[in-house]
């Protein structure tokens, strides 16, 4: 299976000028990296200067609306990105689902949204505290709403992130970092939901990959020990050298 690293700019950069020189300077730095997909997530207002600058990586969105045209004031549809050259698009990040009140119920929207217009989904869940045991059967709840419904044969176009929100750099704090054996352990239990609800070979295919203080020094035991398919990189994506080196050592392994 294809490894895939994106990188989830958030409310980052300030002006389209300084997205622009983010994505060539990543560009770049991951020219030479084989082997693997990258993908650029900036903000909705830069997407389509940024797509233009972009040969090596593909371009992702933060987030989507489910309906197709409207009066949805604000909100930005599938075909919409699709214009704009977006291929993979976030959906249900923590931060998201915190600040803006998203439920699991709008994830299943957007997430049958984004797969029905044949683009690729990227289904974020995580546990908002540290407390090991309680992983599984978390985690596996949100994957099952966010599921409810979708066809078997859409989820070729799926990437499951596994994002514990205590481990993510901006709020960690004291929390420290999650272990490789905590991400095996939610690797398996996304796995097992799926294989439930579909079967044990679509489980197979699903992309699970991992998102939380990734850095150029975890990235390869993330995917040794970890049994990750892939990273959901935040704050070290604003910063094209460690950005370079992740892309790197991920294809080294
Ligand atoms: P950090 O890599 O800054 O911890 O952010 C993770 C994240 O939220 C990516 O979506």
């Given at each position: 299976?294809?490894?895939?690293?994106?990188a989830?700019?958030?409310?980052n950069?300030?002006?389209?000028?300084?997205?622009?020189?983010?994505?060539?300077?990543?560009?770049?730095?991951?020219?030479?990296?084989?082997?693997?997909?990258?993908v650029?997530?900036?903000?909705?207002?830069?997407?389509?200067?940024?797509?233009?600058?972009?040969?090596?990586?593909?371009?992702?969105?933060?987030?989507?609306?489910?309906?197709?045209?409207?009066?949805?004031?604000?909100?930005?549809?599938?075909?919409?990105?699709?214009?704009?050259?977006?291929?993979?698009?976030?959906?249900?990040?923590?931060?998201?689902?915190i600040?803006?009140?998203?439920?699991?119920?709008?994830?299943?929207?957007k997430?049958?949204?984004?797969?029905?217009?044949?683009?690729t989904?990227?289904?974020?869940?995580?546990e908002r505290?540290?407390?090991?045991?309680?992983?599984?059967?978390?985690?596996?709840?949100?994957?099952?709403?966010?599921?409810?419904?979708?066809?078997?044969?859409?989820?070729?176009?799926?990437?499951?992130a596994?994002?514990?929100?205590?481990?993510?750099?901006?709020?960690s704090?004291?929390?420290?970092?999650?272990?490789?054996?905590?991400?095996?352990?939610?690797?398996l239990?996304?796995?097992?939901?799926?294989?439930?609800?579909y079967?044990?070979?679509?489980?197979?295919?699903?992309?699970?990959?991992?998102?939380?203080?990734?850095?150029?020094?975890?990235?390869?035991?993330?995917?040794?020990a970890?049994?990750?398919?892939?990273?959901?990189?935040?704050?070290?994506g604003l910063?094209?050298?460690?950005?370079?080196?992740i892309?790197r050592?991920a294809?080294?392994?």
């Open positions: 299976m294809k490894k895939i690293i994106i989830n700019w958030k409310m950069p300030d002006t389209s000028a300084r997205a622009v020189a983010l994505a060539r300077e990543c560009e770049q730095e991951i020219a030479s990296a084989k082997g693997l997909d990258v650029l997530a900036p903000p909705y207002p830069f997407l389509r200067e940024v797509a233009s600058v972009l040969t090596v990586s593909s371009l992702g969105a933060q987030d989507v609306f489910w309906e197709e045209s409207g009066a949805y004031t604000g909100e930005v549809s599938v075909r919409q990105l699709k214009d704009a050259g977006v291929e993979y698009v976030i959906i249900g990040h923590s931060e998201r689902r600040v803006s009140g998203e439920t699991d119920d709008m994830v299943r929207k997430i049958q949204a984004v797969l029905e217009g044949s683009m989904a990227i289904l974020c869940v995580g505290e540290r407390s090991g045991g309680e992983i599984p059967a978390f985690v596996g709840a949100q994957v099952r709403s966010a599921l409810g419904g979708i066809k078997k044969t859409l989820l070729k176009n799926l990437i499951i596994y994002e514990p929100v205590w481990a993510i750099s901006t709020t704090g004291a929390n420290g970092s999650c272990t490789p054996d905590m991400m095996f352990r939610a690797r239990a996304i796995e097992k939901v799926v294989a439930d609800i079967d044990q070979q679509i489980a197979k295919t699903v992309r699970i990959i991992y998102g939380g203080s990734v850095s150029p020094e975890n990235i390869a035991t993330i995917f040794s970890g049994h990750m398919d892939g990273a959901l990189v935040g704050s070290a910063n094209a050298e460690k950005f370079g080196m892309v050592n294809s080294g392994v």
